[in-house]
Every structure is written in structure tokens, then in C-alpha cells.
């Protein structure tokens, strides 16, 4: 077995293993060891990338394997993964590791509840290795699909309409996604030839003008509602307000990012020259989302919606630096979504910790946490210095190449829009600060909670591996901005030569 | 010469904060306490040697004192020009700033030993004193302007966290909010500042940005081309200054931006006599001074702006500090408006030479003023620990109680005052100087500042110390040791830090000059600041009903300035009333009644048409047979036709 | 050949049968004699099978096969629609298709 196929198969290893379990102490056993296992793998796979590129291996996407699997439509089993990809692994990794711990007193079905979360978590895992556009549609849909009955059963409050809209939505939004594809699959091979699902080889060929117009709009919306893309963002409130703990965390943190990989790495590689013909229009819309996200976020009283409100500000930056089409900005949204994944995860893992104590997400209903559960407001203050853009976390590093990127954009236009995205930093502080202000400081509200245990161990190890990951990243940047830069140049010189055109 | 040792100055803080923030309770108190101590104080000795080998061993090199990189890496690469790199720069502004920040830094830590006693939070006061020493150290000797503003932001949440030290207290959380957004509104400015900056510059580096050839222009060419944009009358480098000096004006509480420095002292006092007082505000004195060469030589505008502002911020805080009564407001205020005076010395200074007087007064200036006003501060400390009130009015007499606090707190009012002899006479004098010498209505806003400064002190020291007897609940008793000994020390710098020869260190272009005392301002000058403390012996010497008919006298006038001219209530109604309640309000609203409504909508029409057509579904087989043939019958019809005609 | 009679009148009256039958079918509501209509349909078309072989192709055998499995298979369905018509009765106490509507969207 290849070192890639595993990252699909641990997870589907697991599930197999968890059908042998029986209760829920032997299923978060089974599912730990295997997250585990898979963490261990990511970083051993970090570790090989590394190698191999010491080796001065210039090949685009390292570990390739390939094999036919449907041979009349010529659709591959084809996987590889450059910098960019390795990074999301290690995310994913990383943030369903703290989610199997974060759910780690899932006392309904819980068999069931870990399955749907690996199968999940296996999507997306085979979604950031595939070269291939259809097993990476495939393994898109595997994601998605699992996130209906995973808010349906488990999740809380109004479930059903949560669950059904954002399952609607997403699929709205994969409807748009497959037209798309299959317009590149059939544009794949202008001059004869066999047409290709292969990302490699579409974008070696030039597809028409008139072709990329018309399909770039599908894909990069199609990808877009999965990235929260303004005014298709409505799903992440409801989605994330019902959605159990370690499903929001999976969601907001890994899923959402599928949405935004799959702009640069599909829409905007492939068809460079309607990005760069038709960014300007997405821009708009995803400045707005940075600003008006960050703005809803300040009127919520609900701690999820404010998270939800922050994700759809924080993803609309990475979509925006996306659409900056220069390495420096693109480098600084990929960034962003690790650092968006780690925090976000952290800051619903906490929610999900807090909610389960005091049984409400009423920030005016709690009051003084930080004197009851120091643990766990210590972290929360953390997770919202992050988000807020605080040197030393991974938020700084992330926002501030994005902010310095998009600056050198040559467009006063685009510099414009810099600018008004910059002012989110103090419209965020201003959310982060209210939050931490009336929930974890203060006097204590309700007396009921004087009582409340602090954080357990199955927490603290949720808590603290995404924290260990988000000072990382944030006091040592430069090996994962390096890595990342370097697969960016295949990407940005293609959207270069299309600006020159 | 190697001065890569400097990097330990630094570095040990932050070691320490490690160190006590992650053990927490399992630590004993008095050993964190005598940890973070120990650590400041290795930083303030090796900071010590530093200067001494700068100035004295490594010295000047063809008549100027040099910058040196003592140690750097990079941290983040954006571009191949544009990258963050970490590092020391040793230069006279950031030594001088070392050991300014080492010793007020290291004297509040032995304060705080006394003065923290037995509270909860002691190991987690600790702890954030160290962070705070580690950002503020880093600050100082950033070698660029990224560096600087990561530094920045630390120090702006370490100041957060030691302003909401007192978690449960409402106020406290308000006040660390506000300190923090509007700090945070400030550095937005000084990020697009900074990116305006390097945009056309392409590099953050100090060295090369304020590199300048032997005639006195700045060699980077960019700096020329952005000279040459204008944008809305200005120059878009005066712009990218301004919009930098916008972050400094945030930290250093100029006005506009000065809201959160009064209710900052929500904090422990001895946080307020290190941030508040004499290091993390003057944050943007040095930020200014650090980019003199372009703000003198490139963007006089810009230099104009800082000059005003300064002077309209020492004014005005000037006035307000003559009405409150809450002991560490005054301070505040106060501190504000020597902020202004340095900022104001900043503003009507010239690079190079003799013209630079301006700057070296501002440093000079920035170095007494941290020691006397730290010493304030701590005094302030030392009587609110006595008498456990903030305000003017519980206290009163205190001389008999408080022999050390007395007389050190005495020689702090008098070197504010400027009083001859000691160090606020000689760096103020030498920023009256160099104001007159540029500027006549600047120099007349200054001396008016000096003449309330000595009156609103001297009302301050007399009310507290002398005025009205006043019954206690429990007897003051003076301060424990440990926070009487660094009142002395600091006592000691202020009264002898004047007589450093500022003009032979600290210059605009590094070369030294010699400054001459210029009587014919500073006799004046000490005549309108004896006038000042006249004016309040006679109010405030004896307990005497004059202030209260004063106070009548001018009713109005009174309640605006004792409201602060209500820019808090202005601040608090765009903030509040337009911002969160009507753009925040209805962006929420929008989303959940527009867009949301939206997608929803487009669920219902959907429901709506299944619902409507689902009748023709009935599940009676005999009417899809009914159909079917129909259907088929029709089909048949048509085929028959078409093929019969 | 069968002596006297035409093919054109063996048609109609398998036609008649064939639309008595759908006429059956669609306007009765008793599953029983829904089944019954739909068998009339059935061997009418059975019927037309046998003619048109005799007719048509006499050595051909075809035709008769077909018939044959008509039958075979109308069986084997009136079996089990008859099972299911039971199911419905004892269910339901009725065999009227517009009270059974359960399944209905």
C-alpha cells in the first residue's frame, strides 16, 4: 500500500474495526488509536515530503500513484500531494484527532456516530490527495454526505432544518460543481486526443477562452458555497449552531477548507484566464463577506453563530487572497486556513465544552467562567488572540501575508479592497474581546454554575493538541510558508501568463 | 564586537513568563516572585554592560555612532525584498530605551513583591510582567518595521491582560476592552502605514529606510518617487507617516486617540507606573524617533501632524488633569501630556546636527519622565495601599504617616514641576528651546503646559500630603521594604538623570553636539512653574473653600472639562449607538431576513410546486392507467395523422 | 384455418374483450374484479397471439409459445395479486382501492 492510499484506508480500517466494538468505551478507543495512528502518519509524511524535496525532486506532486479504474470515461485512481496538500493533511489530522477526543462522551449510538464521523474524515482526507477531478468529486460527496446524518441524529436544537439546509445547499453547490467538471473533462483534450479527469494534464492544455468563461463561474461557486462564499454562506449559522461538537470542529475546520483548496486548485489552475478575467467580481463579493461576517459576528448572543459569523469572515480572507493571484497573498490564504481550521476547532471543541456543563450558548447567561473553569477560559482566550491576529499564534502569520500580498497587487482596485479588508482586524478584536469580556470575565452570573467541574483529560489532550499546533505555527512560520510558496509557483505561473494575455 | 549577548536581555523574560505562566499554581509565590525579579534584573545588568560597551568601548565611528545588527534571522519571507526578520538592533535610541525599560521594569518588579502580596493572581502578575518586559524589550530593538509591530501588538495584550488583571471587576474588563480596540484601531492605521510603506519602499528595514548620504537626504530612491504621488494635497509618504504615526498616537494616547489611558488604571498601579507611565506609551515617541530621518527629511507634513497633535494632546490633558480627583487619573492625564511634550519636541525638530535639538530633547525627556513618573506612580501605589482609596478627597496629612513615600513622592512632583537642579528642569528646558527656536505658537501651547503641569501637581502633592486632616479607618502605615527601596532608586534618577549629557549620546543623525543652557527661556519658564505651585499652595496648602467657589464660579466650563470634554460620550455613540446598534444590528438582521430569507425562499417555492402538483400523484393505478391511455391513445392519434397525411 | 369465421371478426371481438377489460380496470374499484379486468386484457392479447399464428404463419409456433406464457405468467400473478388482495382485505375490511391509501406520496 502507498503512503497516500493509507490516509484513506486507516480511517476505513477504523470503521471496520469499530463494528467489532461494542459500547462506547471500546468504539473512542478503537477510533483514538486510529486517529492516532493517522496523526503519526501525517507528520511521517511531512517528514518524507521533506525528504524528497531535500532530494531535489521537482516533480509537481510527490508520491504519485495511478490506476485505471474506469477505463471507457478514462477515469484514474490517481493520488499525490505537493506542499499545499500536505499541509491540509497534517490539519486534517490534526483536527480530527482533537475531535475524536472532544466527542469522547458521545453516549448515543456511538458506533454509529464515530463511523459517520470517519467516513467524514476519510473524504476528506481522499479529497486532498486525489489528482484526479472525478475520485476527487467522489470523495467531495463523501465528506459532505455523512455531515446530514451527523446533525440530523446527534446534533441539538433545530437539527432537521439545520441539517436538511446545509445538506441542501452543499449539494446545491455540488450540482453547480459537477457541470463544471464535466465541462473541463470535455474541453480536456481540444486538439483530439482522450480526455482526462487528470488535473496534471488539463493544465498543461489551453482550454478555449470563450469554454473558460463559462465554466468558471460553476466551479468557483460550486467550490465557494462549501468555502462560505458571500451571499452562499447562510448554512455555516445553522449548520454549525446544531452540529455536535466534533462535527462543527471537523466542519468548520477541515471541510470548509475543501471549499476554498478547490478554488485555487481546480477553478483557478485550470481555467487561469476567466480568474483572472472574472476575479474582480468574487473579490467584491468576498470583501464584503470579510467585513459583513466580522459585523454579524458582533450582534450574536449565541457563542456558535458568533464562531459561525468569524468563520464566514475568516474564510471570505482566504477566498480573497486567493483572488490576489500573486504567490505571496495565495501562500498567506492557505495559511489561513490551517490557521483558520486549528482555531476555529479549538473554539468549537470549547463551546462544546462549555455547552455541555452549563447547557447553554447564551453569552448573556453566563458570566465569570474564568474563575469556574480556568482550563478551559485560558484556552478560549488563546483561541480568540488567534483570531484575532496575535503575533506569536497562527492567525498573525496567516493575515498578515495576506494583508502584505495583497498589497503588492499592482491594481490600486485590489489595494483598495486590501484596505477595507484590514479593517476586519479591529471589527474582529472587537467581537473576540466582547465575547471573552462578558463570558469567562466578569462576576459569575449564575450562581448554579459556582460549581462546575474544570476541563477532564480526554479535553485537555483536544484543548492543548490544537493549541501546541497553533503556537507553532505561529513562533515558527517559515518551514510551512516555504513549503507552500514553493508549490504555489506552478499555480501562479499559470495565472501570470493568463494576466500577461 | 560581538553583541549577540543582547539577545539575552530579551530573552530572558520571556523565558521566565514560560516558565511561571505554565507552572501557575504549582508554584510557590515568593519564588515566582523572586524569579521574575531575578530575570529582570540579569536583563537590566547585561543592558547596562550594553550601553557601556556601545557608548563607551565600541563608541562612534567617523563621528557617529553606528547601528549595529547585533543578531538577526528571518522569521517569515513574503516576498524576496519583503520579509519579517527578528533581531537586535543596537543603535543610541534603543540602548537608551533598554535601560530605561530594564530599570523601571526591574524597580516595579521589586514593587510589585510588596505590593501584590498575598493576592490570588500573584503568580499570573508575575507572569504577565515578564511578558510584557520580553514585548516591550523586543519593541525597542526591532531592526524592522514588522518586527515592531509584532512587538507592538505584544505589548498592547500584555497591557490588555495586566489592565483586566482584576477579571471579576467590571470596570477592569471595560477598561482592558477599551485600552485594547482602541489600540487596535490605531495599529490598522499603522499596518497600512506600513504597507503603504513597503509597498513602494520594498523593504521594512530600518537600516536601509532611514540610510541617509552625507548631505542629509535619504538614499532610498522610493521614498523620492513617493514624494512625487500625491494624494488629496499630501504626499503619499506623508500619508504612509501619518498613517504610521496614527498607530504611535494610539499607544502613546494622543488625542484623538487618547480614551483608554484614564480608565486604563483600572490595573494595579504598579502596571500602571510600567505601561501606563514610562514604557509602552512612549511606544510612539520611539516609533516617531525611529523613523525620524524619513519624517524630517522626506515628509515634513507628516512631521507637522506630529507636532500638533502633540501639542493640542499635551494641552488638553493638561487642562483636564487640573479637575480630577481621583489620584491615578491625574497621574494619567498627566502622563499623557508630558507624552505630548515629547511628541511636540519630535514635531518641531530637524534632522542633523544642532536642528536635531528637538529630538534629543524628546528622548531626554522620555528618560526622566520615566523615572520621576514611574516614581509618581509607585508613590501613588504606596499611598493607595496605605489608604486603599483612589481619590484626592480620602486623603489628606499624609506626611506624618508616610515619612519614605512623602519625600520620594516630593522629589518626583518637583522634578515634573521642573524645579532647578533637578532632571525634569534640564529636559524640559531643552524642549522649550528647541520650540522657540522653531516654532512660536508651539512654544507658547508649551509653556502654558508647564505652568498647569506645576499647578495640577502641586494641587495633587498638596491635597495628599498636607491639606485637610482627615480621619482614617485604620492608621497609614508606611510600605513594606520592598516597595519603599525602589521608590528611593527611582528618587535618586530623578533627580539625577538631568545632568546625563543627552546631546553627546542621543542624537537625531548620531553625532554629538554640545547644548547650551539658554537662560533667557528657563528663568521665565521655572517663574511661570513657581506661579503654578503658588497658585495651588495657596488653594490646596490648607484646607480652604476657594477651589469650591472656583468651581461654582465656572459651572459650565468645570463639568466639561471635569467630563474630559466628553469625547468619551462621543466615542461611546459612534461606537454603541451607530456601529453596534445600527450597522452590526442590521447586518445581523440582513443575513437572517434577507439572504437567509433568500435561500430559504427558494426551499418553500420548491415545497410550494411539489406540494401543488403532488395531487396529480394519487397513487391510483387506475388513474395513471386513465392517463397512460389517453396518452397513448393521443400519441396513436397523432401518429396516424402524420403518417396518413 | 378455422372453417366460417374470419380473422377480422375473431378480432373484434378480442378488441371488445381488450377494451372491456381496460374499461373494467380503470372505472371498477373492487380489486377483485380489477384483477378480473386485467385478465380479460390478458387473454385477449393471448387470443390475438394464437389467431394471428394461425392465420399468418400456420407453421410457425410462436405465437402459441407467447399464449402459453401468458397464461402461465397470469397465474402466477393472479396468485399473488390475489395474496396481496387478502393481505389488503384482512387489513383494511375492505377490497375497495379507495380505501387503500397508505402508501399514497
Known amino acids: 500500500m502507498d503512503i497516500l492510499s493509507l490516509f484513506v484506508v486507516v480511517p476505513i480500517l477504523t470503521m471496520v474495526g469499530i463494528l467489532f466494538t461494542k459500547g462506547l468505551k471500546g468504539t473512542r478507543t478503537v477510533a483514538a488509536v486510529g486517529m492516532g495512528v493517522q496523526l503519526v502518519m501525517a507528520f511521517n509524511l511531512l517528514y518524507q515530503y521533506f525528504a524528497e524535496r531535500a532530494k531535489d525532486t521537482v516533480s509537481e506532486m510527490l508520491f504519485r500513484v495511478d490506476y485505471l479504474w474506469f477505463e471507457s470515461f478514462n477515469i484514474h485512481y490517481s493520488v499525490g500531494v505537493d506542499g499545499i496538500a500536505v499541509a491540509m493533511i497534517l490539519l486534517t489530522s490534526i483536527v480530527v484527532f482533537a475531535g475524536i477526543f472532544s466527542s469522547w462522551k458521545t453516549e448515543d449510538l456511538p458506533r454509529e456516530f464515530f463511523i459517520a464521523l470517519l467516513l467524514l474524515a476519510s473524504g476528506v482526507f481522499g479529497f486532498f490527495i486525489s489528482i484526479d477531478l472525478f ?15 451527523l446533525i440530523g441524529l446527534w446534533g441539538s436544537g433545530n437539527k432537521e432544518y439545520s441539517a436538511m439546509k446545509l445538506t441542501l445547499m452543499l449539494m446545491g453547490g455540488s450540482a453547480l460543481l459537477i457541470l463544471g467538471l464535466l465541462g473541463l473533462y470535455f474541453n480536456s483534450a481540444p486538439d483530439g486526443g482522450a480526455l482526462t479527469f487528470n488535473i496534471l494534464e488539463i493544465a498543461k492544455v489551453s482550454i478555449p477562452h470563450d469554454v473558460q468563461m463559462f465554466f468558471f463561474p460553476f466551479l468557483f461557486v460550486g467550490f465557494g458555497v462549501l468555502g462560505a462564499l458571500f451571499p452562499f454562506h447562510t448554512w455555516s449559522p445553522d449548520g454549525h449552531a446544531s452540529a455536535p461538537t466534533a462535527v462543527s470542529m471537523l466542519h468548520a475546520g477541515v471541510l470548509m477548507k475543501l471549499g476554498g483548496y478547490g478554488c485555487f486548485r481546480v477553478a483557478m489552475y485550470l481555467l487561469p484566464d476567466a ?46 487572497a486567493l483572488l490576489m493571484m500573486n504567490k505571496t497573498a495565495m501562500d ?49 482566550v488563546i483561541a480568540g488572540l488567534a483570531s ?55 462576576p459569575v452570573r449564575n450562581k448554579e454554575f459556582e460549581t462546575l467541574p474544570d476541563a477532564k483529560w480526554y479535553e485537555k489532550v483536544s484543548m492543548v493538541t490544537l493549541i501546541i499546533a497553533i503556537v507553532a505555527i505561529g513562533v515558527a512560520p517559515l518551514w510551512l510558508s516555504d513549503m507552500i510558496r514553493e508549490s504555489l509557483t506552478p499555480i501562479v505561473d499559470k495565472l501570470t501568463a493568463a494576466a500577461i494575455n | 564586537m560581538d553583541f549577540t549577548y543582547t539577545l539575552a536581555i530579551i530573552l530572558l523574560p520571556l523565558v521566565t513568563f514560560l516558565t511561571i505562566g505554565l507552572l501557575d499554581k504549582s508554584m510557590p509565590n515568593k519564588l515566582a516572585g523572586v524569579l521574575g525579579t531575578a530575570s529582570i534584573g540579569t536583563s537590566f545588568l547585561l543592558a547596562c554592560y550594553t550601553a557601556y560597551q556601545y557608548f563607551f568601548v565600541y563608541g562612534m565611528v567617523d563621528g557617529v555612532y553606528q547601528k549595529i545588527i547585533a543578531y538577526h534571522i528571518t522569521w517569515l519571507k513574503f516576498t524576496d525584498t519583503l520579509h519579517i526578520d527578528l533581531g537586535v538592533i543596537l543603535d543610541p535610541i534603543s540602548v537608551m530605551m533598554l535601560l530605561v525599560v ?36 523586543g519593541l525597542v530593538v526591532a531592526t524592522n518595521l514588522f518586527q515592531m509591530y509584532i512587538f507592538w501588538e505584544l505589548v498592547g495584550v500584555s497591557s490588555f491582560l495586566l489592565i483586566g488583571y482584576y477579571y471579576e471587576k467590571p470596570s477592569a474588563v471595560a477598561a482592558s476592552k477599551k485600552a485594547f480596540i482602541t489600540t487596535r484601531f490605531a495599529d490598522l492605521g499603522f499596518l497600512i502605514g506600513i504597507l503603504l510603506l513597503s509597498w513602494y519602499t520594498g523593504t521594512f528595514d530600518f537600516v536601509q529606510l532611514t540610510q541617509t548620504s552625507a548631505i542629509g537626504t535619504l538614499e532610498s530612491p522610493a521614498i523620492a518617487t513617493m514624494g512625487g504621488i500625491s494624494f488629496m494635497g499630501l504626499s503619499v509618504i506623508s500619508w504612509a507617516l501619518i498613517l504610521i504615526f496614527m498607530g504611535g498616537a494610539g499607544k502613546s494616547a494622543m488625542f484623538p486617540l487618547h480614551i483608554w489611558l484614564p480608565d486604563a488604571m483600572e490595573g494595579p498601579t504598579p502596571v500602571s507606573a510600567l505601561i501606563h507611565a514610562a514604557t509602552m506609551v512612549v511606544a510612539g515617541v520611539f516609533l516617531v524617533a525611529r523613523l525620524f530621518p ?55 525638530s530637524k534632522y542633523g546636527g544642532e536642528n536635531g535639538l528637538g529630538f534629543t530633547a524628546s528622548m531626554f525627556h522620555l528618560t526622566t519622565h520615566a523615572m520621576f513618573k514611574a516614581l509618581l506612580f509607585l508613590g501613588a501605589g504606596s499611598i493607595i495601599h496605605a489608604v486603599h482609596s483612589n481619590s484626592m478627597l480620602d486623603m489628606g496629612g499624609l506626611r506624618k504617616y508616610m515619612p519614605i513615600t512623602f519625600i520620594t513622592f516630593g522629589i518626583a512632583w518637583l522634578a515634573i514641576c521642573g524645579f532647578p537642579g533637578l532632571s525634569g528642569f534640564f529636559s524640559k528646558d531643552e524642549i522649550l528651546v528647541a520650540a522657540m527656536q522653531n516654532n512660536t505658537p508651539v512654544f507658547i501651547i508649551a509653556v502654558v503646559v508647564a505652568g498647569l503641569t506645576a499647578f495640577y501637581m502641586s494641587r495633587l502633592f498638596f491635597s495628599v500630603f498636607f491639606g485637610k486632616e482627615t480621619k482614617y479607618h485604620h492608621t497609614p502605615h508606611e510600605s513594606p521594604k520592598t516597595m519603599t527601596i525602589p521608590l528611593m532608586v527611582l528618587a535618586f534618577f530623578a533627580i539625577f538623570a538631568g545632568y546625563i549629557p543627552f546631546s553627546k549620546f542621543v542624537t537625531s543623525d548620531g553625532a554629538a553636539f554640545a547644548t547650551h543652557f539658554h537662560w533667557n527661556v528657563a528663568i521665565p519658564v521655572t517663574l511661570i512653574a513657581f506661579i503654578g505651585m503658588g497658585i495651588a499652595y495657596v488653594l490646596y496648602f490648607k484646607e480652604s473653600t476657594i477651589p469650591t467657589k472656583v468651581t461654582k464660579a465656572l459651572k459650565g466650563v468645570y463639568t466639561t472639562i471635569y467630563n474630559k470634554f466628553y469625547i468619551d460620550e462621543i466615542y461611546l455613540f459612534v461606537t454603541k449607538k451607530i456601529l453596534f446598534n445600527i450597522v452590526a444590528r442590521s447586518i445581523a438582521w440582513f443575513d437572517r431576513h434577507v439572504i437567509d430569507a433568500t435561500m430559504n425562499g427558494f426551499a418553500t417555492v420548491t415545497n410550494y410546486v411539489s406540494n401543488s402538483i403532488k395531487g396529480l400523484q394519487s397513487g391510483q393505478v387506475q388513474k395513471y392507467g386513465l392517463v397512460f391511455l389517453m396518452g397513448a391513445l393521443t400519441f396513436a392519434l397523432i401518429f396516424i395523422y402524420l403518417v396518413t397525411k | 384455418m378455422i372453417e366460417g369465421i374470419e380473422l377480422q371478426h375473431i378480432l373484434i371481438v378480442t378488441t371488445l374483450m381488450f377494451f372491456i377489460g381496460v374499461y373494467g380496470f380503470l372505472v371498477r374499484r373492487n380489486l377483485i374484479t380489477i384483477l378480473m379486468a386485467s385478465e380479460l386484457i390478458l387473454n385477449s392479447v393471448s387470443i390475438n397471439f394464437v389467431v394471428f399464428n394461425k392465420y399468418l404463419y400456420p407453421d410457425a409456433l410462436q405465437g402459441y409459445m407467447f399464449a402459453i406464457f401468458v397464461i402461465a405468467i397470469a397465474a402466477a400473478e393472479a396468485a399473488v395479486a390475489i395474496a396481496i388482495i387478502i393481505n389488503v382485505y384482512r387489513r383494511f375490511k375492505s377490497v375497495n382501492v379507495e380505501n387503500v391509501h397508505e402508501m399514497k406520496y
Open chain 1, 275 to 320: 480568474a483572472q478575467e472574472m476575479g474582480w467580481l468574487f473579490l467584491i463579493l468576498t470583501t464584503v463577506s470579510i467585513v459583513y461576517g466580522a459585523f454579524g459576528a458582533i450582534a450574536q448572543k449565541d457563542l456558535k453563530y458568533i464562531n459561525a459569523y468569524s468563520s464566514v469572515s475568516h474564510c471570505g480572507m482566504v477566498i480573497f
Open chain 1, 388 to 442: 484575532l491576529g496575535l503575533p506569536g499564534l497562527s492567525g498573525f502569520v496567516a493575515e498578515m501575508t495576506i494583508f502584505v500580498g495583497s498589497f503588492q497587487h499592482q491594481d490600486v482596485f485590489h489595494r483598495v479592497c486590501t484596505i477595507l479588508a484590514c479593517s476586519a482586524i479591529v471589527v474582529t478584536a472587537v467581537y473576540i474581546l466582547r465575547v471573552v469580556g462578558i463570558l469567562l470575565f466578569g
Open chain 1, 332 to 380: 498567506g490564504a492557505i495559511l489561513q486556513m490551517i490557521s483558520h481550521g486549528l482555531m476555529t476547532a479549538l473554539f468549537f471543541a470549547l463551546i462544546g465544552m462549555i455547552y455541555g456543563r452549563t447547557h447553554t450558548r447564551n453569552i448573556y447567561e453566563m458570566g465569570g467562567l474564568m474563575r469556574i473553569m480556568p482550563f478551559i477560559s485560558v484556552a478560549y
Open chain 2, 294 to 348: 524619513i519624517y524630517a527629511i522626506a515628509a515634513p507634513d507628516a512631521l507637522t501632524v506630529v507636532m500638533w497633535v502633540g501639542a493640542f494632546s499635551s494641552l488638553f490633558a493638561a487642562i483636564i488633569a487640573c479637575t480630577q480627583y481621583d489620584i491615578k487619573r491625574v497621574l494619567a492625564f498627566s502622563t499623557m501630556s508630558q507624552i505630548g511634550y515629547m511628541m511636540l519636541a519630535l514635531g518641531v
Open chain 1, 135 to 149: 475520485t476527487m468529486f467522489l470523495f467531495y460527496e463523501l465528506a459532505v454526505i455523512p455531515m446530514y446524518l
Open chain 2, 102 to 137: 530594564t530599570t523601571v521594569s526591574l524597580m516595579v518588579h521589586i514593587y510589585s513583591n510588596g505590593y501584590m502580596h498575598g493576592e490570588r493572581g500573584f503568580n499570573k502578575f508575575f507572569s504577565f510582567l515578564s511578558l510584557f518586559s520580553f514585548s516591550m524589550l
